[in-house]
């Protein structure tokens, strides 16, 4: 077999997560910027076939963005990408090595999820807070979907007009690996949606895409985060604002209201129970935070009259 270059590799690895595994565009971008920034450091070693490459340039590498000052979780991610492209060289006979082997991901502090608190998730419901124009209702609607569904940013933008049944109160979902799931939703959210169709239709006339942005085309995934931060901001002291911190809030406040774990991990689409249960240390942690703050002997009182 002819020495193979590394772009082709790349190559290969892209077609196949991109047809085979119908990974989503983003992810796939994701997998190979972090490739493609390894193809150019190590060529920069001299290496230019895959069968040149070692563990050693892997470590190279990772010590490189890890003396940028990149964040661990972030390395460890790039690792990961790696991981999986030669994985499938392996198991496509391209390359036999298990060069992964000999490499360490960083150690990742564990990070409790950020969460809106309930009184600040509250404020989306103010009458006055969103203009009465198309865009003031798309954005209330945008975020009281994020924060009443907990789907995932790239699930709302790539909602359709045909993914809402108002009669049946569902939401059709295309999530992570292509896998649909249904959502239920409120009557006043079924309602919000029904007004939000009404003007969207009066300004744009009927389109595919549910959210569509100030041109009548699909909102993408950094028009959401915009209108996030817009609004949260504002609404909100957490220590992070963005569109995922709602799905956080999502299930941390279903669990607090006495939610099951597995109809959180259903509703917000988890493949692995473990995932859906850092919720319940969240949850924890606010309990300790609400005594410390509440409990009369945690801030040092008498419990004599």
């Given at each position: 077999m002819q020495p193979m270059k590394l772009e082709e590799s790349i190559a290969r690895f892209r077609d196949y997560i991109a047809t085979e595994r119908r990974m989503a565009a983003g992810t796939v971008r994701n997998y190979i910027d972090d490739l493609e920034d390894l193809a150019a450091y190590v060529k920069a070693l001299g290496v230019e076939e895959l069968d040149q490459l070692e563990a050693n340039d892997l470590r190279a590498w990772e010590m490189?963005?890890?003396?940028?000052?990149?964040?661990?979780?972030?390395?460890?991610?790039?690792?990961?990408?790696?991981?999986?492209?030669?994985?499938?060289?392996?198991?496509?006979?391209f390359f036999e090595r298990d060069l992964m082997a000999k490499v360490s991901a960083p150690r990742v502090p564990n990070r409790l999820p950020v969460f809106f608190r309930e009184k600040e998730t509250e404020h989306l419901y103010d009458e006055g807070l969103f203009g009465d124009d198309f865009i003031g209702q798309r954005d209330r609607l945008l975020l009281r979907m994020l924060y009443e569904t907990g789907m995932r940013r790239a699930e709302l933008v790539g909602l359709k007009e045909s993914s809402v049944d108002l009669g049946a109160l569902t939401l059709k979902v295309l999530g992570k690996r292509n896998k649909e799931r249904v959502i239920p939703i409120e009557n006043e959210l079924a309602h919000n949606i029904s007004d939000y169709l009404a003007l969207k239709h009066q300004e744009w006339g009927e389109t595919e895409w549910l959210f569509v942005n100030d041109k009548g085309g699909q909102m993408d995934g950094n028009g959401v985060y915009y209108v996030v931060r817009k609004y949260m901001r504002l609404l909100s002291t957490a220590d992070r604002v963005s569109p995922h911190v709602f799905r956080h809030s999502f299930a941390t406040h279903i669990l607090?209201?006495?939610?099951?774990?597995?109809?959180?991990?259903?509703?917000?689409?988890?493949?692995?129970?473990?995932?859906?249960?850092?919720?319940?240390?969240?949850?924890r942690e606010h309990l300790k935070e609400v005594y410390k703050h509440a409990h009369p002997r945690s801030r040092g009182g008498s419990d004599k009259e």
């Open positions: 490189e963005h890890l003396n940028r000052g990149e964040a661990a979780g972030t390395v460890k991610r790039r690792l990961a990408s790696v991981g999986s492209w030669l994985r499938f060289l392996r198991r496509h006979g607090d209201e006495g939610g099951s774990m597995r109809a959180i991990q259903e509703l917000l689409g988890h493949e692995s129970l473990a995932t859906t249960e850092q919720y319940t240390h969240v949850t």
